[in-house]
């Protein structure tokens, strides 16, 4: 449930230091639990996103953004499942959940961008069936700036792009689903 190492696709902004980040719910090199799963996309989850908590990120930490990416995913430039942003340096932890509809979970100033699928929200594994095994990168990026200064609006691209400057360091856990 913990990784110290980064890993593709991140490592395409920037090659940055790491940290670690472990969750109840979903595990590195694991498959992913159903509750991780679509059913918006009717994979036979529940779109909920995992819990999350994350220590060891440097000194000068001004604030955290959250990506969930498959990059297998057919499109030619993989798939952004959930994309947080502006989560102040003082919480270290999300709640399973955190990820619904209202962002319930998430701390204030903190929201979430529209995924690929155009929902502000979480939205679990689902890729096509027979297409093989896809990772799903869970990033915790450490940043330098309280707010990245980006609307709700922004797509997770353009968070990235924002991010590359600003990443002090990364944490990354990847379980997988095949459907």
Do not use: C
Request: proline residues 8%; glycine residues 12%; negative net charge.
């Amino acid at each position: 449930m913990t990784s110290s190492t980064t890993t593709i696709p991140y490592d395409d902004i920037a090659v940055v230091p790491t940290f670690t980040v472990t969750s109840t719910d979903v595990a590195d090199g694991e498959q992913l639990p159903t509750p991780q799963v679509s059913g918006i996309f009717g994979a036979g989850g529940s779109d909920t996103s995992p819990q999350l908590s994350w220590s060891g990120f440097p000194e000068g930490t001004k604030s955290f953004a959250i990506t969930v990416y498959d990059p297998q995913a057919p499109t030619g430039a993989g798939f952004w499942h959930w994309a947080v942003v502006d989560i102040p340096a003082s919480t270290t932890s999300l709640p399973t959940g955190a990820g619904d509809d209202e962002g319930s979970g998430l701390p204030s100033g903190a929201f979430q961008l529209k995924n690929d699928a155009s929902l502000a929200r979480f939205l679990g594994a689902a890729p096509p069936a027979g297409h093989g095994k896809h990772n799903y990168y869970i990033g915790v990026h450490a940043l330098d700036v309280e707010t990245l200064g980006i609307d709700a609006g922004a797509t997770p691209a353009f968070l990235g792009f924002n991010m590359s400057g600003h990443t002090l360091a990364r944490a990354v856990i990847t379980p997988w689903w095949e459907a």
